[in-house]
């Protein structure tokens, strides 16, 4: 086996596949052993609650939040900004990093739905439920990996550190709203949009370590754009001085 193969197996495949084992036991735990315990006890009435505050205004605010996560928007999202990263930098590190940080959450997410089967809130549910259980939340797990993703990217280029909190304090607004949209609108409880923070943040922290640190070396191996320690190719190839 290639060093490269290597490295993509101990920095990529096997951090997920942990991952995705972690969340499974985590909503065997919640939805079979821990069920009848508080506080899951009073997810029930979290969102019977919340259902019983719904107004037009907030209604409207709520399918802003839900829209920004909606599957086509995050692909959309992700490549666009992922096109931008490339156009901008003349590098593949910072897209292929984006890129992998969603795809791996929306593996370890569809790959645990169909491990954990979780029926939806017992409240009038204002979106068309996808074929898929409520545990854990694809909305909010694809929102943290893009937006929390891209927050990570702005704020290691951000040359203030009020730039970088700026940065920080809007993208992440972005799936914290997300998750308060899908359990106000009746789509899932609130350990599911928890457990969604985890798997993608930690997808983000699995690409980074694997991606953006320049420190790691992934053999002789060469992807586009990079040198074979991970740097970049134009910035390799340049003539000393100048």
Same mark, same amino acid.
């Given at each position: 086996m290639s060093d490269f193969a290597?490295?993509?197996? %101990?920095?990529?495949? &096997?951090?997920?596949? &942990? !991952?995705?084992?972690?969340?499974?036991?985590?909503? +065997?735990?919640?939805?079979?052993?821990?069920? %009848?315990?508080?506080?899951?006890?009073?997810?029930?009435?979290?969102?019977?609650?919340?259902?019983?505050d719904r107004t037009g205004g907030w209604n409207d605010v709520s399918l802003v939040f839900s829209t920004l996560a909606s599957t086509q928007m995050i692909v959309v999202v992700t490549v666009l900004v992922a096109l931008v990263l490339r156009l901008v930098l003349h590098r593949w590190r910072e897209p292929l990093f984006l890129c992998a940080a969603v795809?791996?959450?929306?593996?370890?997410? !569809? &790959?645990?739905?169909?491990?954990?089967?979780?029926?939806?809130?017992? +409240?009038e549910h204002m979106d068309v439920s996808p074929p898929t259980s409520s545990f854990p939340s694809g909305h909010t797990s694809a929102a943290v990996a893009l937006y929390v993703g891209i927050a990570l990217l702005l704020a290691l280029r951000a040359k203030s550190t009020g730039a970088k909190a700026t940065w920080w304090t809007l993208l992440v607004l972005v799936p914290v709203g997300v998750a &308060?949209?899908?359990?106000?609108?009746?789509?899932?409880?609130?350990?599911?949009?928890?457990?969604?923070?985890?798997?993608?943040?930690?997808?983000v922290a699995i690409m980074a370590r694997a991606v953006l640190d320049r420190t790691l070396r992934w053999g002789r191996a060469k992807l586009p754009g990079l040198t074979p320690s991970g740097g970049d190719v134009t910035a390799a190839r340049?003539?000393?001085g100048g």
């Open positions: 290597v490295q993509v197996a %101990k920095r990529v495949l &096997l951090p997920v596949a &942990l !991952l995705l084992s972690f969340m499974i036991l985590l909503g +065997v735990l919640v939805t079979r052993v821990f069920d %009848k315990v508080w506080p899951f006890t009073a997810e029930d009435t979290v969102n019977r609650e919340l259902a019983a795809s791996a959450q929306a593996l370890v997410f !569809l &790959l645990t739905t169909m491990a954990i089967d979780r029926r939806r809130p017992a +409240v &308060l949209t899908r359990m106000y609108r009746g789509m899932h409880h609130p350990s599911d949009v928890v457990a969604s923070f985890l798997n993608g943040g930690t997808c340049a003539p000393a």
